[in-house]
């Protein structure tokens, strides 16, 4: 499943494409010409949000996000049927 949402910073709103999303985690892509993120943010997955994650670097341009809060049961489901 990947979905489109967007990671907002203190000083940067930058679009990411979120996958392997469950309740504690995902993972997030970043465009290329992106600066890196990490670090306290927050996510919007698609319409919902702002969800508040920690951010850290697994990769180039790839990054895992871990949810302050488990997501709701209901939230993985709907994106798990698009």
């Known amino acids: 499943m990947t979905i489109y ?3 907002i910073g203190a000083r940067d709103r930058l679009p990411v494409t979120i996958s392997l999303l469950d309740g504690h985690e995902c993972q997030l892509e970043v465009p290329v010409e992106a600066c890196k993120i990490e670090g306290v943010m927050d996510l919007w997955i698609g319409a919902i949000g702002p969800l508040p ?4 670097t697994s990769g180039e341009r790839r990054y895992r996000a ?17």
Not at 53 to 56: H, K, P, Q, S, T
Not at 76 to 81: K, L, V
């Open 53 to 56: 994650v920690m951010a850290e």
């Open 5 to 7: 949402g967007e990671c």
């Open 66 to 82: 871990r949810f302050r809060e488990p997501l709701d049961d209901r939230i993985i489901a709907h994106f798990a049927q698009a």
